[in-house]
């Protein structure tokens, strides 16, 4: 069974690190056990050249992986258009739910983090997103609901309860 997704969407220095692993402590604390992805736009290289595991890589073994004692990575190539979060399901299949920062662009259900100072709300450019994060107000109408983010454990609450609510839900 694959484990409900979550995006935490929004602009950029918007708390969206900031709100995920408060969020990761409380669904601990409640004894779940919830897995992250961390998702950029921008090209990266996740293993330094030159090391030994980026040279596996180079000369072209899928996956590469490194292990320590205490961590592991796993290299593989994404095809262009193949959804990544089907690839890399298995990974998390103990896991209660995933929350996912970023990929706002990516199907799925999404809730977007915001406060004074950024941009407009994604939120108010069109549908896609379920509700607001944020104590602040927006002055432009967004149309969705607003949920505060000071009250943290309110907040997991309401976010366990729109997980709930898709279709194939269990166990969140």
């Given at each position: 069974m694959t484990p409900p997704r979550l995006h935490l969407v929004g602009r950029q220095d918007a708390g969206k690190t900031t709100l995920l692993v408060e969020l990761v402590a409380e669904l601990r604390r409640r004894g779940l056990r919830p897995g992250t992805v961390k998702h950029s736009g921008h090209r990266h290289d996740l293993d330094t050249p030159g090391k030994d595991s980026h040279r596996h890589r180079a000369a072209g073994a899928i996956p590469a992986a490194i292990l320590t004692p205490e961590l592991g990575g796993i290299f593989f190539p994404l095809e262009a258009g193949a959804d990544p979060y089907q690839r890399i399901a298995p990974l998390y299949s103990g896991c209660d739910l995933?929350?996912?920062?970023?990929?706002?662009?990516?199907?799925?259900?999404?809730?977007?983090?915001?406060?004074?100072?950024?941009?407009?709300?994604?939120?108010?450019?069109?549908p896609g997103i379920a509700a607001l994060i944020s104590d602040d107000d927006p002055a432009c109408a967004t149309g969705i609901p607003r949920w505060p983010r000071r009250d943290l454990p309110e907040l997991a609450d309401r976010l366990l309860e729109l997980l709930a609510r898709q279709p194939g839900a269990e166990g969140a």
């Open positions: 995933v929350l996912v920062e970023g990929d706002a662009g990516r199907d799925g259900l999404k809730v977007e983090v915001w406060r004074e100072g950024c941009a407009a709300p994604l939120a108010s450019a069109g």
